[in-house]
C-alpha cells in the first residue's frame, strides 16, 4: 500500500507545485497492511482542494481577522486528479503485493 500511495502522493505534488510552494513538501504518505493515507496540513492545501470554501484575504487591508476581506477560493484540486491520473500505476503496485503474498503461501 505505501508504494501505491508514493505513486499517487508524487503526482499530488507535481499537480500542487503549480499554484503552491508550501504544499508539495508538505504532503505525506502513511500507510498500513491494507490502507494509506497521504495528506497535507498547511494553510493552502484545505482550501484550494475543496470547492467553495471562505478563507480572510490579508496583506494592506487591516490585520485583524474581523477587518480582512473573506472570499472564496480558486477552487485547485490535486489530490483527487493525482489519484485518478495515477490509479492503474497504483494498482500494479498493489497487485505486486498480492502476488509476493501468494507466492509466500505456496501459490504459484
Known amino acids: 500500500m505505501l508504494a ?4 499517487i502522493a508524487r503526482e499530488a505534488q507535481r499537480l500542487a507545485a503549480g499554484w503552491s510552494v ?3 513538501p508538505s504532503i ?3 500507510a498500513r497492511a491494507n490502507e494509506a493515507t497521504i495528506s497535507s496540513r498547511v494553510g493552502p492545501s484545505y482550501p484550494n482542494e475543496v470547492k467553495r ?3 480572510p484575504v490579508f496583506g494592506g487591508r487591516g490585520t485583524s481577522r474581523e477587518r480582512a476581506p473573506w472570499v472564496l477560493n480558486e477552487y485547485r484540486p490535486f489530490l483527487a486528479p493525482a489519484a485518478e ?3 492503474d500505476e497504483a494498482a500494479i503496485e498493489i497487485a505486486k503485493t498480492i502476488d509476493d503474498i ?6 504459484r
Do not use: L
Not at 501468494?102 to 501459490?107: I, L, P, S, V, Y
Open 102 to 107: 501468494a507466492r509466500e503461501n505456496g501459490f
Open 53 to 55: 470554501v471562505r478563507h
Open 4 to 7: 501505491a500511495a508514493v505513486i
Open 85 to 87: 491520473a495515477k490509479a
Open 28 to 30: 505525506r504518505v502513511s
Open 22 to 24: 508550501q504544499v508539495p
